[in-house]
Nanobody, 123 residues
Framework: QLQLVQSGGGLVQSGGSLRLSCAGS????????IAWFRQAPGKDREGVLC????????DYNHSGQGQFTVSRDIAKNTAYLQMDSLKAEDTAMYYC????????????????WGQGTQVTVSS
C-alpha cells in the first residue's frame, strides 16, 4: 500500500526553476526518509538530496550546477525538490524513493519508489 506519486517535471530553459513533488500514501513522512535520485541517459543513477524523517536534509553532491533544496509539507504528506538555476547538466529522469527514518546514498536500500519524472533543461 506504500506509494509515491511524482509530479512537476518538464522542459525548462537554462537558468530556470522547477519544483518536483513526491506525494506519499500508506505512510507518513515523519517516519520515513525521502531521497531524490536522478539518472541521465547513458549514465549511472546518482543520489541528489535526501530528507530524513526528522526533517533534516542530506546533500549527496549532484554533478550539475543547479541550486537544489529539499523540503516537505507534513500536512500534504509530500516531499519537494526545488530546482533553481537549472543547467543542461541537470537533465535527467528524477526519482523519489522512501525508506524508514534514515537517508543513504545506496539506491538499493530504498524499497518504495516513485514512477519518475523527466526534467529537461534546454541550453
Amino acid at each position: 500500500q506504500l506509494q509515491l506519486v511524482q509530479s512537476g517535471g518538464g522542459l525548462v530553459q537554462s537558468g530556470g526553476s522547477l519544483r518536483l513533488s513526491c506525494a506519499g500514501s500508506g505512510f507518513t513522512l515523519d517516519t520515513y526518509a525521502i531521497a531524490w535520485f536522478r539518472q541521465a541517459p547513458g549514465k549511472d543513477r546518482e543520489g541528489v538530496l535526501c530528507i530524513r524523517s526528522d526533517g533534516s536534509a542530506i546533500d549527496y553532491n549532484h554533478s550539475g550546477q543547479g541550486q537544489f533544496t529539499v523540503s516537505r509539507d507534513i500536512a500534504k504528506n509530500t516531499a519537494y525538490l526545488q530546482m533553481d538555476s537549472l543547467k543542461a547538466e541537470d537533465t535527467a529522469m528524477y526519482y523519489c524513493a522512501a525508506r524508514r527514518n534514515f537517508c543513504t546514498p545506496r539506491s538499493r536500500n530504498y524499497y518504495t519508489w516513485g514512477q519518475g519524472t523527466q526534467v529537461t533543461v534546454s541550453s
